[in-house]
């Protein structure tokens, strides 16, 4: 696969702090990969400076071969970008503010058009097509802000919080769209978010960014060989602490599935009845704050 996003030793320094400092990492074509991190980590500095909007202190990025501080530009064209704030025409319509940022891309007014009524019907917006963007509701105008984003079809889409404030319904129209997006189109996704188990259902890969520094990469499961990571086992048994007692659900933690037969096995040789036995491994929001307080030496806060 083909890298799309390639950062090396980037950095951004603010007179009273280190923003992002000396990260390193790539991203395929197709992926999405998830940029996670507390508030204030350096997601939206990063995101500023991958797209040209910011000029680091030290370092580099490329997006597609185009040097992100270099051609600001050409990295517009192929890059689409939703963040906190889009600037956006109130008193416009959905449909109108669309068209203008396709023909801001130099799209004709037919193609324009067409594009953005598709847009519309993905997020769901078709009704509202012709009403005022100062009538939208918030989550209304944060799907209008993902379509004003695709518009004119980036390779690249940066992504900054992108469903914090929408709905059920909305979230999983956001979610169809962006893996149609990168599976079917190869389009690259860059996803800054605090919701883990959102970023869990739809990210390929993460980078996990806190105080400015990348403390760990990769998907799920290489994330998962970083922290000492166990089974967990729920079981719902007559018989534990060595005796017998009334049907409870509990936990217990073991190394490999190799250690669950045994531990059945005592169970019922010591006359206790096993009702349920469940194993999961630990999830994204799991191994994020046990890497978070690994790397902060024992101390979360
Ligand atoms: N223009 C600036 N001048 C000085 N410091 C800044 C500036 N912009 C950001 N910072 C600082 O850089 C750090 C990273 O900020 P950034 O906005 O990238 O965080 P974030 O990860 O996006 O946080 P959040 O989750 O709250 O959106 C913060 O400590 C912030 O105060
Ligand atoms: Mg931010």
Known sequence: MIDAIIVENLT?????KKAVDNINFTVKKGEVFGFLGP?????????KLLNGLLQPTTGTSDILGIN?????????EIAGVVTEHAGMYDLMSGLDNLIFYGKVFGMNATDAKTKALHLLEKIDLLDAKDRKLKNYSTGM??????????????QILFLDEPTSGLDPQSIQNVNTMIQEL???????????????????EICTSYGLIDNGAL????????LEKQIDAKLLVTIRSNYYEGKKGAIKEYQKEVNNEEEI???????VQAGGDIYSVATRKPTL?????????????????
């Open 285 to 301: 929001e799991e191994i994020y704050f046990e890497l978070l307080h690994k790397k902060r030496g024992g101390s979360v806060d």
């Open 215 to 222: 403390m760990a990469k990769g998907t799920l499961q290489e």
């Open 141 to 154: 105008r944060q799907r209008l802000s993902l379509a004003r984003a695709l518009i004119h079809s980036p």
């Open 39 to 47: 508030n204030g980590a350096g997601k939206t500095t990063t995101v």
């Open 12 to 16: 951004k320094d603010y007179i009273e």
């Open 261 to 267: 037969p045994p531990m059945v096995n005592e169970i």
């Open 68 to 76: 992100s501080a270099k051609e600001p530009v050409k990295i517009r």
């Open 182 to 200: 990168a599976h079917e189109q190869g389009v690259s996704v860059f996803l800054c978010t605090h919701q883990l188990r959102y970023a869990q």
